[in-house]
Nanobody
């Protein structure tokens, strides 16, 4: 299995981005049971979990993104999404996805830069 993140970019404060994570090589029955999460790592800081979604589609968010970010999943496509609204400069980071319970090798991530 391989994680492939995409959708990052440069956006102004207050803007939006939608990130995608493909669990390449997985099949529906494997992907659908994964407890997936989106993490981010800003320069000089540790990687942090910002949102996660269980196999039952229960979601949890870090306080810093609550009300602005929405995590979702499409099991038929083996993808997890992160809709990010009202972006702030402090959201600038490389964003990664992974399975919380049985982490896979990290993907390359996708860079999100929020700047005027």
């Amino acid at each position: 299995l391989r994680l492939v993140e995409s959708g990052g970019g440069l956006v102004q404060p207050g803007g939006s981005l939608r990130l995608s994570c493909l669990v390449s090589g997985s099949i529906f029955s494997t992907f659908s049971v994964l407890h997936m999460g989106w993490y981010r790592q800003a320069p000089g800081q540790q990687r942090e979990l910002v949102a996660d979604i269980t196999s039952e589609k229960t979601t949890t968010y870090a306080d810093s993104v609550k009300g602005r970010f929405t995590i979702s999943r499409d099991n038929s496509k083996k993808k997890v999404f992160l809709q990010m609204n009202s972006l702030k400069p402090e959201d600038t980071a490389v964003y990664y996805c992974n399975d919380l319970q049985h982490p896979l090798g990290w993907g390359q991530g996708t860079q999100v830069t929020v700047s005027p």
